[in-house]
């Protein structure tokens, strides 16, 4: 199979798809995969969209002017309040507390489809100003939409899986929404980091490269921070080694390493 496909697409699975046409930009359509091959050279699917029954099934390539163009189903929403019903061993959850501000990233359902933008401010009676993805990317425009119709805004890889974006002006908006990821999942997320702290480390900064708005849930918290820990201790330990190893003396005057290397030595036999 194509280095380049390995993602976790497989037929029968619900996803939801974008496309680059001019007018659609920025734009996500639920959609069913029927179907995964290699046409043309070029990894495709075949997508039933589910809010254009009139539309025939169409053939989309994964891949679009370097941009992933399929991704998996949205994740389910829950209340804050309502955490306690949410089994920590299942998919990506995403927990809000029901409410929005101005400089929140959202989708905004629309047309058929979720539009990708900002909202920039809340108007009463249910409603928001909502101003869409800039071109190229996007639409672009300022629109009113009902607070109803609108989702926090995600994003997707197959290496990172779902992560709360930066917000366009430079704020942070972390704390909406949070995203509950499986044990296993979450795991991964803390190897990641480790690997991130030691690269780090080498290059003499002081960061874990770990992206701001990932969160975790309450019960999973201190053993990252744990874990997180070690891994910085493990990777001033190795940045300590690979510099002593570069430069054969001590790092601080007057310290002196209490092992030495000895060289092996093969024993002759003779026949």
């Known amino acids: 199979m194509d280095q380049k496909y390995r993602l976790p697409f497989k037929a029968g699975q619900i996803a939801e798809a974008r ?3 001019v007018g659609y930009r920025g734009a996500w359509f639920r959609c069913k995969i029927h179907e995964i091959s290699r046409r043309g050279g ?4 075949l997508l039933e969209y589910f809010d254009y029954p009139d539309e025939k099934w169409a053939w989309t390539e994964l891949y679009q002017k370097s941009q992933l163009m399929l991704r998996p189903e949205y994740p389910p929403v829950h209340l804050k309040n309502k955490l306690s019903d949410v089994n920590s061993n299942s998919n990506v959850t995403i927990v809000v507390d ?3 501000k101005a400089g929140n990233l959202v989708d ?15 108007l009463g009676n249910g409603k928001a100003k909502i101003e869409l993805v800039p071109t190229p990317l996007g639409e672009g425009g300022t629109y009113e939409g009902f607070v109803k119709d609108m989702r926090p805004s995600l994003d997707w890889s197959p290496k990172f899986g779902w992560v709360v974006p930066a917000s366009q002006d430079g704020e ?4 909406y929404p949070q995203l509950i990821k499986p044990v296993s999942q979450a795991h991964f997320d803390v190897l990641t980091v480790g690997h991130a702290i030691g690269e780090g480390r080498r290059d003499g900064q002081a ?3 770990l992206s701001s708005n990932s969160s975790l849930p309450a019960l ?7 874990s997180i820990l070690e891994l910085e201790e493990l990777a001033k330990k190795m940045s300590w080694l690979k510099r002593f190893m570069e430069r054969g003396r001590p ?13 092996h030595r093969r024993t002759s036999r003779k026949n």
């Open 207 to 209: 960061t874990t490269r």
């Open 98 to 100: 029901g409410t929005w």
């Open 220 to 226: 999973e918290s201190d053993a990252l921070e744990a």
């Open 19 to 21: 496309c680059l046409t």
């Open 108 to 122: 905004w359902w629309y047309e058929n489809c979720y539009w990708s933008g900002k909202v920039t401010k809340l």
């Open 172 to 175: 942070s908006s972390r704390q």
């Open 251 to 263: 790092l601080s005057d007057g310290v002196t390493p209490s092992w030495k290397f000895v060289k």
């Open 42 to 45: 070029h990894w495709t699917a």
